[in-house]
């Protein structure tokens, strides 16, 4: 936020916002680190942090104009344009471009589709309705840390209109229930989908009103110090550091967030700013120069971290970046960081380098080209028949395909398919997803005699493998979801049960090769098990590993890899050697896809027209398991 004249400035407080943005920088840009420790994983608490103090600069500045009369919603929008736009809209400019350079045509049209969220600041809008922040599909979204953006910018559009309806000696107890039903609206929903609950500007407000509330008591004690005691000042300081600590070292992105979790890191910046700067830790700590300096250019480090590592990423096809590399990419963030906040920012906002007409329209010029980008008007560098050939596998997937009926309720997202009396279950994650367009094709054929179909896939944020596979331990977020999941699995009706899933990914589960087959054993007693292993996967199988040259150069479509079976079976040994184990003990059929995918150790990875046959690395095209993967057809019959 701008310093403004009217309030008090705190160097504490840009402390602050120096804290809240480097353990977002790294958070992202250190997970293997993160993840392989027990702790230190909650770093993402500083976008949290960052609403908190939002919250109490804006509302200041509000009660301030409001109570001397001098408030304008017009110069407040005006002045928000001002300091968002410029930095924002020399960050989206700059991707375009680069992205334009660099990137394949499926790539660059959903870049252009983000930089529309992000100009119209509705990115966490646009994000819910895709994957989860915590899923690996964020390697390809440069754009993906503008959620928070849209959040506080739509809560902006409101606030400051509620403020002045609302502004009387009741200001502060209507501001508290405000940020209270907001909170218990989180609360209340983070059990039936906690991806809408975690991109909501509804379900997050309650964390910029917390900072209004501590604005409000100050306007209603008239900016006096209402904290005399020094030794009480330094202990709300210090509990409200350690409450920071405490969120960065034991939450994680697998609890449902913010629910109660969030209260934490919220609470304690609530704290730190409540202490004010004549608190120790704040006096010295958080208003250094460093720490300082770094706080005022915390905006554009923001806009500019995170782009950067995922086109570093998407340019040289990588899936890990090197320690060095990440260094490297960390130090560039703050030198354009640096670079915005003195050439872009402090112009435009001190010295009124261009007025806020010539920034709306420049948001609506780089709108208008993103828009032609997206409908197909604009096309990247790398275009041509031969490369949209490859890439038109990129989006070859039906799922769940039409003769499903999307089911929803208590959290639980599931399909349904009405045939016979009996019904097979299928359950798992984007591995079972794949086969959707077989179990479709069979379905359409009214002359077999099959069972009708649940089908429960990936869900947003509670795996149900990992429940069934799992020693019983649940998340807060989870309850309700695994509540439905074993109602609809105690229908009678159910007579066959198929998992299928990318194995390794739940090697930690079925290591404790007890607790899982007696836990399916228990959850699906009498009934006749399928577990299909892991089809094919390998970098060579992605589309994109069928180009030659370099994205900085040129690229050219070659002839597909050959698949390294080895390499493969190497890598799903241990797993597999325990899915068997598993079904040995629970009598359940394996199901090895290669066996009906591969011939002497050779599998196919393109059809005889040269269309690639796998979507990317881990996933067959819609188009090729409904032709093939008839491994599938066994587990749908009608048991007679």
């Known amino acids: 936020m701008t310093k403004d004249r009217t309030i008090e400035y705190r160097p504490d407080i840009d402390g602050l916002r120096a804290l809240a943005v480097l353990l977002v920088v790294a958070f992202h840009y250190y997970p293997n680190w993160i993840e392989g420790s027990k702790f230190i994983q909650g770093g993402f608490i500083g976008v949290d942090i960052f609403f908190v103090i939002s919250g109490y600069l804006i509302t200041s500045i509000i009660f301030y104009g409001i109570r001397n009369h001098s408030f304008s919603i017009k110069e407040f929008y005006a002045k928000r344009i001002r300091r968002i736009f410029p930095a924002l809209l020399a960050m989206l400019t700059s991707v375009f471009l680069f992205g334009w350079y660099v990137m394949l045509p499926n790539e660059f049209r959903l870049l252009a589709k983000h930089i529309l969220g992000g100009i119209g600041f509705s990115s966490n809008f646009v994000l819910s309705n895709e994957v989860g922040y915590f899923d690996d599909a964020i390697d390809v979204k440069p754009l993906l840390h503008l959620w928070s953006l849209g959040i506080e910018e739509q809560f902006y559009i409101f606030w400051p209109a509620l403020l002045m309806l609302i502004f009387s000696s009741k200001l502060l107890a209507l501001i508290i229930i405000f940020c209270t039903v907001s909170f218990f609206l989180n609360i209340f929903l983070v059990q039936s989908d906690p991806t809408l609950v975690f991109y909501s500007t509804f379900t997050r407000a309650w964390e910029l009103i917390l900072g209004g509330i501590i604005a409000a008591f100050n306007l209603a004690t008239n900016n006096k110090s209402y904290l005399k005691n020094i030794y009480l000042v330094n202990l709300i300081s210090f509990i409200g550091i350690l409450c920071i600590i405490y969120s960065v070292l034991?939450?994680?992105?697998?609890?449902?967030?913010?629910?109660?979790?969030?209260?934490?890191?919220?609470?304690?910046?609530?704290?730190?700013?409540?202490?004010?700067?004549?608190?120790?830790?704040?006096?010295?700590?958080?208003?250094?120069?460093?720490?300082?300096?770094?706080?005022?250019?915390?905006?554009?480090?923001?806009?500019?971290?995170?782009?950067?590592?995922?086109?570093?990423?998407?340019?040289?096809?990588?899936?890990?970046?090197?320690?060095?590399?990440?260094?490297?990419?960390?130090?560039?963030?703050?030198?354009?960081?640096?670079?915005?906040?003195?050439?872009?920012?402090?112009?435009?906002?001190?010295?009124?380098?261009?007025?806020?007409?010539?920034?709306?329209?420049?948001?609506?010029?780089?709108?208008?080209?993103?828009?032609?980008?997206?409908?197909?008007?604009?096309?990247?560098?790398?275009?041509?028949?031969?490369?949209?050939?490859?890439?038109?596998?990129?989006?070859d997937w039906v799922f769940p395909g039409n003769q499903f009926t999307n089911e929803f309720s208590h959290g639980l997202r599931y399909y349904t398919a009405t045939r016979g009396k009996n019904k097979t279950l299928y359950i798992g994650d984007s591995n079972l997803e794949q086969y959707s367009s077989r179990i479709n094709l069979l379905l359409k054929d009214k002359s077999l005699a099959l069972n009708s179909v649940i089908l429960i896939g990936n869900q947003r944020n509670c795996a149900m493998l990992e429940f069934i596979l799992g020693d019983g331990n649940i998340s807060d977020g989870c309850k309700k979801s695994y509540e439905m999941f074993l109602t609809l699995i105690r229908d009678e009706?159910?007579?066959?049960?198929?998992?299928?899933?990318?194995?390794?990914?739940?090697?930690?589960?079925?290591?404790?090769?007890?607790a899982s087959s007696q836990s399916i054993e228990k959850l699906f007693p009498s009934k006749n098990i399928y577990l299909i292993l892991t089809m094919p996967t390998g970098d060579e199988l992605d589309p994109t590993s069928m180009f030659q040259g370099s994205r900085f150069t040129s690229l050219q479509a070659m002839n597909a890899n050959s698949f390294n079976m080895e390499i493969f079976r190497n890598s799903t040994k241990i797993t597999h050697e325990h899915i068997y184990k598993i079904a040995d003990r629970i009598k359940a059929k394996v199901v090895d896809p290669i066996e009906y995918l591969c011939t002497n150790n050779q599998c196919p990875l393109t059809d005889s027209k040269g269309f690639p046959l796998y979507k990317d690395s881990k996933h067959m095209t819609s188009t090729y398991a409904k032709d093939s993967a008839i491994f599938i057809d066994e587990t749908l019959m009608s048991i007679k």
């Open 493 to 514: 009706a159910i007579k066959n049960i198929v998992i299928a899933a990318q194995w390794n990914n739940y090697y930690n589960f079925l290591t404790n090769k007890n």
């Open 250 to 395: 034991y939450l994680n992105g697998k609890v449902a967030f913010p629910y109660y979790y969030g209260l934490i890191p919220t609470l304690g910046a609530c704290l730190v700013i409540i202490s004010g700067k004549q608190a120790l830790i704040n006096n010295y700590f958080l208003s250094n120069r460093l720490l300082v300096y770094i706080g005022l250019i915390s905006f554009p480090l923001y806009l500019w971290h995170w782009p950067l590592l995922v086109l570093y990423k998407i340019s040289f096809n990588l899936d890990t970046v090197s320690f060095t590399a990440r260094i490297i990419l960390v130090i560039i963030s703050f030198v354009l960081a640096s670079l915005t906040y003195h050439l872009i920012e402090i112009p435009i906002r001190k010295f009124g380098f261009l007025s806020t007409k010539y920034i709306i329209l420049s948001a609506l010029c780089l709108a208008t080209v993103a828009s032609l980008s997206y409908i197909g008007k604009i096309s990247p560098r790398h275009n041509g028949d031969n490369i949209n050939k490859i890439l038109a596998s990129k989006a």
